[in-house]
Each structure stands twice: as structure tokens, then as C-alpha cells.
């Protein structure tokens, strides 16, 4: 089974969704287990020979795929040992974040063969953001030793809505990411295939593919940054809601008289505990106390303070931060308790740059949903913590390009046959 993000699959029930069903299903078979027999490949997807045979085959002659090894076996023919070819193609991805740019560049396997990062302040002009992905983008292609004529597509993540069928992009967090035609953007600089998706879904489809969501059929991807968002995954599948808004636990509310959010309401989850919460809650504390570890860490500047400086104050001792650490966790955990008891997955996977050596948060989070989480449901969630570190979503970005090639390919596979027919 496979994670299929098919914009362009054929419908459910006729032969045409069998057949791209099951050639994404042999893909991500080899992917996983990184190689296998022909016959292996049949016995692990329960797909019949002659499907294998005939896929595979169709694979082979694309390129996405290529022997391995030979394996002698007794008398008779050596066994071919098939695994994914990774110089089919090769992905940038790029992650938009509030403080950060985050950017990899993945082969067709999924495998991060560059991967860079720069800071950035809140939010900045559309114009200053793309000479800065175009300045990581050069930085990443320099890494990995390619040019940009090497490239196969380039996949966006963003922390905000996506207006997918136009690529137009919009951030309640930053009021100058309104309507910002990223896709567009990107396509005329690069003219590549430009894939845009939401940060929360890419990072739940990195943990899918390479995360502690692998061996997982159902799960939450709790997304915690300068916004907090969720990954959601139905039966190995990215959930993305009616209008492809799903996941936004950030703006549950769980005090009708709390702080302002950025959405409009009052006392959302992130009102508290988001990183631009815990910036807004640092000034504060800055103002009230001039001789704290904050001041020092953050140069005595609350204009500039941001979450990973609150975050090392507190890893240094400042109280004031572990203390607005703690209280921000306990928020998150009553979101999170609220999403494990709407969904019931097996599995929460905790991850994001707000967390990265936060334990004081991570404890918080867990300890909450262990008291705030209705023990029936609680008995079979595993709460655990990503080990993807901050490039996730940009991973995640680059795996979306690779779906993406993988249908356009399946759907051209399956054009020819009808042709033929
Ligand atoms: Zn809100």
C-alpha cells in the first residue's frame, strides 16, 4: 500500500485505477524494501506474476527502475534483484517558513542528496523571499554537484492555504503572503513541473515515506513552528479535507476570552503557544525583566526575539522561558488530545522546529494528553517524537514531485495501452 496523491488518476472501480494502483503499489514496495526478485515482488504486494511481469517491464523501459544485483540461486538463470533507480530523477524541495528557508534536493528513491538552510525574518516581501530561494536553490545544486538543468521538478511547501489548481498561496500568519502566485513564480524561473502544498501534509508525507510513519496506516503529524498545524494520514493516504484545508488544530480554541490570533479569533491554540505566540510572550517577559538569560541570548533586543532563542534561555536555565515553554506544551497537549479523540490513530508523531531540543515542551505535550486524553482511546496511540530534524516539509516537497512523475507517467502508460487497444 501506498501513499497516492493522484490529482490526475484515472477513477476507482475500472481497469485504468487497477493498473496505476498497482504500479504505485510495486514502486512503493521498492522503495521500502529497497530491493526485490520479480517473484519477491508478487509475494509482498499479493498482486498476481503476469501483472508484476507486465509492470515491471513498463518500469524497465521508462527507467524508474533498475537491477541491482543478480543473485545464483542453485542451477538455472541468476535471479535479477530490481530496485528503484534514483538518477531517474532528481527534486528540489523548498520550505517557506516564518524564520527559516529549509531546502533539499532528493534523487527518485526519496534519498536527500543536498540539503541547506538560511534564517529569515517574519514573513518578508514575495519579491526578497524568491532571491532567497533562488540563493538556497544555488547553494543546494551546488551541494549535490548538479546544475540546474539536472533537475526534474521543484515541490513548495507553505505554511498557509494553497489554492492548488492555480498555486496561489496565502498565510493568515503574514500579512504580506496574500494570493502570492508561487507556482507561477517558480515555473518561470525554472521552467520546471512545480508542485505546492500545504507544510503540515508535506512533513505527514515525509514521516509516511521515511519517517515513524512507514510500518503506520493511521496517524497524526503534529506540526509545531512558528504556526501549529497536522499532517493527518487515513489509511496510508494524506488526508486533505473538502477544500484541501484540513489540519488547522492550530486555531481550535481552547479559551473564548484568550489573546487575539492571527485568524481573527480569540484564544486559539496558537494564541498561546505558537512560535510568533512565544515571540509576543518573550518581548513581554524582556520588558518586565532586563537581567534574565533571554536578554543575553537575544542581544537585549525584543523587536527581534524569536521561540529558538526562548528555547535556548530555557535550555540555559531562564525560568521564565521553561515556564512559558511548559505552559505553551500543556495547550498543544489539549489540541492534541482533542485530535487523537476525533480521529483515533495509532500513532502521533510530534515534530516540527519548535520542538528541536525542547524536551521542557515535549514533556508538557505528552504529559497532557496522558491526563487529558479518554483512556480508552489513549490505550492505543503511540505518542512519539519525529526523527526527520527541521527539513521535513522540504522532504516532504521533494516526494511530492516524485508522485507527481510517477503519475504523469502512469497516467501516459495508460493513454498508450488505450491507444492500442
Ligand atoms: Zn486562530
Excluded at 74 to 82: D, N
Excluded at 232 to 257: L, Q, Y
Excluded at 333 to 362: H, K, T, V, W, Y
Aim: proline letters at 3%.
Amino acid at each position: 500500500m501506498r501513499p497516492t496523491e493522484a490529482d490526475n488518476m484515472p477513477e476507482k472501480g475500472d481497469q485504468s485505477y487497477l493498473r496505476s494502483r498497482n504500479t504505485a503499489r510495486i514502486l512503493e514496495t521498492l522503495r521500502q524494501n529497497k530491493a526485490f526478485s520479480r517473484i519477491d515482488l508478487a509475494e509482498q504486494t499479493n498482486l498476481d506474476k503476469k501483472t508484476v511481469l507486465n509492470i515491471v517491464n513498463d518500469l524497465f523501459a521508462q527507467g524508474m527502475i533498475r537491477i541491482m544485483s543478480r543473485q545464483i540461486d542453485g542451477a538455472g538463470r541468476p535471479k535479477e534483484i530490481l530496485g528503484i533507480n534514483g538518477d531517474y530523477g532528481r527534486y528540489a524541495g523548498i520550505d517557506l517558513g516564518g524564520t527559516h528557508l529549509s531546502g533539499v534536493i532528493v534523487n527518485f528513491a526519496g534519498e536527500r542528496i543536498a540539503s541547506n538552510d538560511v534564517e529569515v525574518h517574519n514573513g518578508l516581501e514575495p519579491d526578497t523571499l524568491m532571491k532567497l530561494c533562488i540563493y538556497l536553490m544555488r547553494n543546494l545544486l551546488k551541494e549535490a554537484g548538479l546544475k540546474e538543468y539536472d533537475l526534474s521538478g521543484i515541490g513548495i511547501s507553505f505554511p498557509g492555504f494553497v489554492a492548488s489548481s492555480q498555486g496561489y498561496v496565502t498565510s493568515e500568519n503574514f500579512p504580506r503572503w496574500q494570493n502570492i502566485p508561487i507556482q507561477e513564480m517558480f515555473q518561470k524561473r525554472y521552467n520546471l513541473p512545480v508542485c505546492v502544498d500545504d507544510c503540515s501534509r508535506l512533513m505527514a508525507l515525509a514521516e509516511l515515506w521515511f519517517g515513524k510513519g512507514r510500518n503506520c496506516r493511521d496517524f497524526i503529524v503534529a506540526d509545531l513552528g512558528f504556526g501549529i498545524g497536522c499532517g493527518i494520514v487515513i489509511d496510508r493516504k494524506i488526508f486533505r479535507g473538502s477544500a484541501g484545508k484540513s489540519g488547522e488544530v492550530g486555531h481550535t480554541v481552547v479559551d473564548v476570552n484568550g489573546p487575539p490570533c492571527t485568524c481573527g479569533s480569540h484564544g486559539c491554540i496558537e494564541s498561546f503557544a505558537a512560535g510568533w505566540a512565544l515571540s509576543r510572550d518573550a518581548q513581554s517577559i524582556m520588558q518586565k525583566h532586563s537581567n534574565t538569560l533571554l536578554c543575553e541570548t537575544s542581544g537585549n533586543s525584543p523587536e527581534g526575539v524569536n521561540f529558538r532563542q526562548v528555547v535556548l534561555a530555557a535550555n540555559l536555565g531562564d525560568l521564565y522561558c521553561a515556564d512559558l515553554l511548559k505552559k505553551a506544551g500543556e495547550y498543544i497537549g489539549i489540541g492534541l488530545s482533542n485530535a487523537i479523540s476525533f480521529f483515533n490513530p495509532s500513532r502521533l508523531i510530534i515534530g516540527g522546529r519548535l520542538i528541536q531540543d525542547n524536551e521542557i515542551m515535549i514533556r508538557a505535550i505528552t504529559e497532557t494528553i496522558q491526563i487529558k486524553c479518554m483512556k480508552q482511546i489513549l490505550d492505543d496511540v503511540e505518542i512519539t517524537v519525529s526523527e526527520l530534524g527541521g527539513s521535513a516539509s522540504a522532504w516532504g516537497a521533494g516526494v511530492s514531485c516524485i508522485l507527481n512523475a510517477e503519475n504523469l507517467f502512469i497516467t501516459a502508460m495508460q493513454k498508450l495501452k488505450e491507444k492500442v487497444k
